[in-house]
């Protein structure tokens, strides 16, 4: 039985989730929720599979039947999860999903082209895309409406979609940090407008497994046709909290894509230690480790929500439909983006991310906070933020 509630302290651990606060005197009085690393331990399948592995002594190379035994968990998975059909042959595993992001910007695209995301969007991606591939960020920004209620701009995206300088388009499916689960609807229209244009869709659905009740996430693939040029992401990293494991993979059906990536990324051997945790986050014992891990985020997303609509309703959260993030937006509390750092990250001692890590144009008044905590620990946080902002208001 998991005990979502029980405390477990990052210090010390190298984590670098607390890194930010782990050298200060008073370090043990931060709550760092910034980063998409889950303070919940593992579903104890995954912990028993691992002691096993530690057990054997010896932590040599994986053989190519490990490659199929990762895959076919996959696919189980994703069949049973998602009503999804995939071949094992289309499955490239990765050391993480940023890895093969970037592998799929060296195959396709050159330095200076334009890669076409979403913003606000998950940070890392504008790194990997600049910093790391030095290509070009083009934003077919969300429209927001005024609940904060995130959709698509069809217009932009057609928009980028057309430039001949962008050959590929990366969506967040979950959407990290708005937590939208787009609909079938949605994601036919992306489907037929980078067919339109030819242009390479990368769909990241590492959030795939987080999705907040009465929601179902769709993955890409099950839309896309054979000869569409989609690559899907997944992961154990987000879901199963094993991130530091580096388990990833891309699902690729069409071949000479497939071979393009697989030239670059290189098929590699899994690390045995990823191998059994996917094998055992994949059974029946993960599965319901997460349904019950579902549930408990869900409820802790109805008290942050209600707590703010009574405290400090001048904050508004975008209501998640999935990953375990909440996006706030602080614009309406008349204060500056620098007061209402101060007074989150110093005087409250909460780190959260600050929203230009997604947004750099538009983000200054938002704060994103990852919530798969012991809940105790959010609504603690959650307390000390409406505290510290009405001493200034
Ligand atoms: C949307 C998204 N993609 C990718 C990652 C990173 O995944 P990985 O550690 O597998 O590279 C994250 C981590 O937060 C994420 O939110």
């Known amino acids: 039985m998991s005990n979502f509630d029980q405390e477990i302290s990052r210090f010390g651990t190298h984590a670098v989730k607390v890194m930010q606060c782990e050298n ?20 104890p399948v995954i912990r028993e599979a691992l002691h096993k592995v530690v057990d054997r002594s010896i932590y040599g ?11 076919k968990s996959l696919k189980n998975w994703l069949k049973t999860r998602f009503d999804q059909d995939i071949e094992e042959e289309w499955v490239l595993y990765s050391n993480g999903s940023l890895e093969v992001l970037k592998s799929v910007l060296f195959a396709f695209t050159q330095p200076g082209d334009g890669v076409i995301i979403q913003r606000p969007v998950y940070g890392h991606f504008t790194q990997i895309i600049e910093d790391e ?50 609909t079938a609807d949605e994601l036919n229209k992306v489907l037929e407008i980078c067919r339109k244009y030819d242009i390479i869709l990368v769909s990241d659905e590492v959030h795939a497994d987080l999705t907040r009740f009465g929601h179902v996430h769709t993955p890409i693939l099950k839309l896309a046709r054979p000869t569409d040029k989609v690559i899907q992401i997944m992961g154990i990293g987000k879901t199963f909290n094993c991130a530091g494991l580096q388990c990833a993979n891309a699902i690729i059906p069409n071949k000479r894509l497939r071979e393009q990536v697989r030239y670059v990324h290189g098929d590699r051997g899994i690390n045995p230690f990823s191998l059994e945790a996917q094998v055992a986050a994949y059974s029946e014992e993960g599965a319901q480790w997460l349904d019950d891990l579902n549930n408990y985020l869900d409820e802790t997303v109805r008290q ?23 996006w706030f937006d602080f614009s309406d509390l008349g204060l500056s983006p620098d007061v209402i750092h101060e007074q989150i ?14 947004d750099p144009d538009q983000g200054q008044y938002f704060q994103r906070m990852c ?23």
């Not at 200060?24 to 579903?43: N, P, T």
């Not at 990250?345 to 997604?358: E, F």
Request: glycine share 4%.
């Open 61 to 71: 190379y994986t053989s190519v039947d490990a490659g199929h035994t990762f895959k």
């Open 371 to 393: 919530y798969p905590s012991p809940r105790a620990q959010i609504m603690e946080a959650c307390k000390r933020i409406v505290k510290a902002l009405k001493e200034v208001l």
């Open 345 to 358: 990250y110093n005087r409250a001692k909460v780190i959260l991310q600050d929203g230009s890590h997604h």
């Open 133 to 182: 591939c030095h290509r070009k960020v083009q934003d077919a920004r969300l429209l927001k409406d005024d609940k904060n209620y995130y959709t698509m701009d069809f217009d932009a995206l057609e928009g980028q979609c057309s430039n001949p300088h962008n050959r590929v388009m990366v969506l967040c499916s979950p959407h990290n940090p708005v937590g939208r689960v787009w």
């Open 304 to 326: 942050v929500e209600d707590y703010f609509a009574k405290e400090l309703p001048q904050v508004k959260i975008s209501h998640p439909e999935g990953t375990y993030i909440l």
């Open 24 to 43: 200060l005197d008073d370090c043990k009085e931060y709550i760092a929720l910034g980063l998409a690393d889950m303070d919940i331990a593992v579903a």
